[in-house]
């Protein structure tokens, strides 16, 4: 054999070797990505599951305030509804996904604010409980979904980089979308006493 063809053969095992060890690292990457969307979803259910016990200790002190019951009922069960197959997350997802727990945030404070009317109910120890849990679950899911972010960019930039990009292209690697704050979120409130 000429030198040529072995040069050739060379540069094409080295090229396998790459290729097989890029392949590898983003299976890897993804699939932490996978596993840390599975941890966000885990903290979402488990305020879903929080909040009927919350509705129905609200009831018992303000039975008359039944729109706000059956928003937050609602919301929940959209919130829940919205599932998205972490092998196949897409920016249109994650946005109807965000979607859905904004709305469920948005019925969770307007119940909140329904119990700051009752002042025998914000003393109520179920109350006082729930309440701690849902706000330890809130920063549970901050912490979760800025995780994800850090999966999800870390895998991002890996995929993007050169020479990994002929790989991920020709292995069919695709961006993961991150985690976006909610529209308007940038404005601060508007404090007035």
Same mark, same amino acid.
């Given at each position: 054999?000429?030198?040529?063809?072995?040069?050739?053969?060379?540069?094409?095992?080295?090229?396998?070797? !790459?290729?097989?060890?890029?392949?590898?690292?983003?299976?890897?990457?993804?699939?932490?990505?996978?596993?840390?969307?599975?941890?966000?979803? /885990?903290?979402?259910?488990?305020?879903?599951?929080?909040?009927?016990?919350? $509705?129905?200790?609200? &009831?018992?002190?303000?039975?008359?305030?039944?729109? $706000? *019951?059956?928003? $937050?009922?609602?919301? %929940?069960?959209?919130?829940?509804?919205? /599932?998205?197959?972490? =092998?196949?997350?897409?920016?249109?997802?994650? #946005?109807?996904? #965000?979607?859905?727990?904004?709305?469920?945030?948005?019925?969770?404070?307007?119940?909140?604010? $329904?119990?700051?009317?009752?002042?025998?109910? &914000?003393?109520?120890?179920?109350?006082?409980?729930?309440?701690? #849990?849902?706000?330890?679950?809130?920063?549970?899911?901050?912490?979760?979904? %800025?995780?994800?972010?850090? !999966?999800? #960019?870390?895998?991002?930039?890996?995929?993007?980089?050169?020479?990994? =990009?002929? *790989?991920?292209?020709?292995?069919?690697?695709?961006?993961?979308?991150? *985690?976006?704050?909610? &529209?308007?979120?940038?404005?601060?409130?508007?404090?007035? *006493?």
């Amino acid at each position: 054999m000429n030198k040529t063809l072995w040069i050739i053969i060379a540069i094409v095992v080295v090229l396998g070797i !790459m290729g097989v060890s890029k392949y590898n690292t983003m299976v890897s990457k993804d699939e932490a990505v996978v596993t840390q969307w599975a941890n966000v979803e /885990t903290q979402y259910q488990r305020r879903a599951d929080l909040i009927p016990n919350l $509705v129905n200790t609200v &009831k018992g002190y303000a039975s008359h305030e039944k729109d $706000v *019951f059956e928003s $937050v009922t609602k919301a %929940r069960a959209q919130a829940t509804s919205v /599932t998205i197959d972490a =092998s196949n997350l897409t920016p249109a997802m994650m #946005q109807q996904y #965000q979607a859905a727990q904004s709305g469920l945030n948005s019925a969770l404070s307007r119940l909140l604010a $329904v119990a700051e009317r009752y002042p025998e109910l &914000k003393a109520n120890q179920n109350f006082l409980e729930l309440q701690a #849990q849902l706000e330890g679950t809130e920063n549970r899911i901050a912490v979760e979904r %800025r995780r994800y972010n850090e !999966m999800a #960019q870390d895998y991002n930039v890996y995929i993007r980089k050169f020479p990994n =990009s002929m *790989f991920s292209g020709m292995f069919g690697f695709e961006r993961r979308p991150p *985690f976006e704050a909610e &529209k308007g979120s940038e404005k601060a409130p508007d404090v007035q *006493f």
